[in-house]
């Protein structure tokens, strides 16, 4: 399968300070990246959807000016989490689907623990 | 609106013996496919399989098997001989079809079946 890579896969900062996340597609141009966050023993909350060269698509409750995310080529989109407090730590995952088969794949997901 | 419901939240097994995943879901739409994915502790997910909407043919991979019931909206996955490696949480997935490619559609995701095999 197409093969996504996200950096870091480990993150501690301290509270007020940014952090970004990198998600690549490596062998595949992806036009619409995912991006979740995942809290301890529960599902995937969608938090935006990405799309190259224009405005990401946030879903309701997601804080577009903390969660700033850019897609500027069909391989990389970034997440940067801004300020970021405690309560931000969490597991966030991304996600690209190559638009020839219909399965998303999926990064190896970054933890961010905001101390 | 879609709606994926797994209603097992964990199962524990002893090794060598089977565990079916439950998955159950709702759409209106008459195209979609249908996902699993595996997540071991590392916490990357792991595509496992898909099933489109027209194809109810069940499919055997190695001791995975799918069952895809159009008529109970039901896509249940089954482990036979389990191993310990075949921890992890298990997410069943929906995804409307698309009328052009495949990139834009959001995947719905269940809540997830944490499968522990016990040595």
């Known amino acids: 399968g197409a093969v996504v890579s996200q950096h870091p896969s480990w993150v501690i900062c301290k509270s007020g300070t940014s952090v970004k996340i990198e998600c690549r597609s490596l062998?595949?141009?992806?036009?619409?990246m995912f991006w979740y966050r995942q809290f301890p023993k529960q599902s995937l909350m969608l938090m935006a959807t990405?799309?190259?060269?224009?405005?990401?698509?946030?879903e309701q409750g997601v804080e577009k000016d903390k969660f700033l995310i850019n897609h500027a080529s069909l391989t990389l989109s970034t997440l940067t989490v801004t300020s970021a407090h405690p309560e931000d730590s969490s597991f966030y995952i991304c996600?690209?689907?190559?638009?020839?088969?219909?399965?998303?794949?999926f990064g190896q997901g970054t933890r961010l623990t905001v101390v | 609106a879609q709606k994926v419901t797994q209603a097992q939240t964990e199962i524990s097994v002893v090794e060598k013996e089977d565990v079916t995943l439950d998955c159950v879901y709702e759409?209106?739409?008459?195209?979609?496919?249908l996902f699993w994915y595996k997540q071991p502790p590392s916490g990357e997910l792991v595509f496992l399989i898909r099933?489109?909407?027209?194809?109810?043919q069940n499919e055997i991979s190695g001791r995975y098997s799918w069952n895809f019931q159009k008529s109970t909206s039901s896509f249940n996955f089954t482990i036979t001989a389990s191993q310990v490696v075949d921890s992890a949480v298990y997410f069943c997935a929906l995804s409307v079809y698309g009328v052009s490619n495949f990139g834009n559609e959001k995947l719905t995701f269940g809540t997830g079946t944490r499968l522990t095999i016990i040595p």
């Open positions: 996600s690209a689907r190559d638009k020839e088969v219909p399965e998303a794949f």
């Open positions: 099933r489109n909407s027209f194809d109810e």
């Open positions: 759409t209106r739409d008459t195209t979609y496919y």
């Open positions: 990405s799309n190259e060269g224009s405005k990401a698509t946030y």
């Open positions: 062998d595949f141009q992806a036009t619409t």
